[in-house]
């Protein structure tokens, strides 16, 4: 069955650094685009970042762009979040996600807290 494990959150100060990992399994990874979502408290889940199958295509909600960088190895079946810069208010679960048909297929999160 389909599997997304996410790792790497913690907690950090202001302007530091996270790299998130997503390790897939149960598909055929390098097939489906994947994305990054976060959900800070009582917010909505919101995607921040895009990756195509090749890796040639992404896309950054206006929040993160310039600080977030999204990228995959195929033959690791791993898409990565690299995060800069981080600000209090990146402080939110995030989460994998790949959609293969119409089912979207989730990972359990990883939580991430931003000091100030």
Do not use: H
């Not at 650094?17 to 979502?37: E, I, V």
């Not at 895009?50 to 310039?66: L, P, Q």
């Amino acid at each position: 069955q389909v599997q997304l494990v996410e790792s790497g959150g913690g907690l950090v100060q202001s302007g530091g650094s996270l790299r998130l990992s997503c390790a897939a399994s149960g598909f055929t990874f390098r097939n489906y685009d994947m994305k990054w979502y976060q959900q800070a408290p009582g917010k909505e889940r919101e995607a921040v970042a895009t990756i195509s199958m090749t890796g040639n295509y992404r896309r950054y909600a206006d929040s993160v762009k310039g600080r977030f960088t999204i990228f995959r190895d195929n033959a690791e079946n791993t898409v990565y979040l690299q995060m800069s810069s981080l600000k209090p208010e990146d402080t939110a679960v995030y989460y994998c996600n790949t959609k293969i048909g119409t089912q979207n297929y989730w990972g359990q999160g990883t939580q991430v807290t931003v000091s100030s």
